[in-house]
T-cell receptor, first 113, second 114 residues
Framework: AQSVTQPDIHITVSEGASLELRCNYS??????LFWYVQSPGQGLQLLLK??????LVQGIKGFEAEFKRSQSSFNLRKPSVHWSDAAEYFC???????????FGTGTRLLVSP | EAGVAQSPRYKIIEKRQSVAFWCNPI?????LYWYQQILGQGPKLLIQ????????DSQLPKDRFSAERLKGVDSTLKIQPAKLEDSAVYLC????????????FGEGSRLTVL
């Protein structure tokens, strides 16, 4: 069965520290991969996406993600976290025919001073 | 450019009552989605429209949920009768076309069923 796993429900990071949010997927073939962010009371916003090519993709707000086929992972990273990054982050996948976008359960990021 | 508009933002009803949510997508976006986001879970696709035709409604509980997109623009999601487990945020999203992966989401409509 196709699935997306975000193993960390909550993560707390000090402001200025680096961040890595994990995402693993289970699909028959390499799907399209996405990261979305949801700030409190807001809709989801696309941070970045991977379709093909360079496995390190850059997104908005200083985020990047690396696709690792051998590990079926698409982890999100940021070198220095800002207090405004506190939000919920969702990994999502879609098959190559893009029939459906499936979201993980999300990781809530807390930023401490 | 105006974003995806949804209303109402909040709704509280008792079980067995009915409720309707409205969505106005970004102008020119052909594809419209309704997602259900239960607290602590990721959004789950309920229904997807391409213009005014249904592309995927496999996870829509059709005995109580219905949705329409008249004239390929605005959409309405209805629940009748509501159950306690329908308490969730209902997110509407639109995209210019299928296959781009970039969905633009509204702020959502939070439903509480008592």
């Amino acid at each position: 069965a196709q699935s997306v796993t975000q193993p960390d429900i909550h993560i707390t990071v000090s402001e200025g520290a680096s961040l890595e949010l994990r995402c693993n997927y289970s699909y028959g073939a390499t799907p399209y991969l996405f990261w979305y962010v949801q700030s409190p009371g807001q809709g989801l916003q696309l941070l970045l996406k991977y379709f093909s090519g360079d496995t390190l993709v850059q997104g908005i707000k200083g985020f990047e993600a690396e696709f690792k086929r051998s590990q079926s992972s698409f982890n999100l990273r940021k070198p220095s976290v800002h207090w405004s990054d506190a939000a919920e982050y969702f990994c999502a996948v879609a098959p190559r025919d893009f029939q459906k976008l499936v979201f993980g359960t999300g990781t809530r990021l807390l930023v401490s001073p | 450019e105006a974003g995806v508009a949804q209303s109402p933002r909040y709704k509280i009803i008792e079980k067995r009552q009915s409720v309707a949510f409205w969505c106005n997508p970004i102008s020119g976006h052909a594809t419209l989605y309704w997602y259900q986001q239960i607290l602590g879970q990721g959004p789950k696709l309920l229904i997807q429209f391409q213009n005014n035709g249904v592309v995927d409604d496999s996870q829509l509980p059709k005995d109580r949920f219905s949705a329409e997109r008249l004239k390929g623009v605005d959409s309405t999601l209805k629940i009748q009768p509501a159950k306690l487990e329908d308490s969730a945020v209902y997110l509407c999203a639109s995209s210019l076309e299928r296959g781009t992966g970039e969905l633009f989401f509204g702020e959502g409509s939070r439903l509480t069923v008592l």
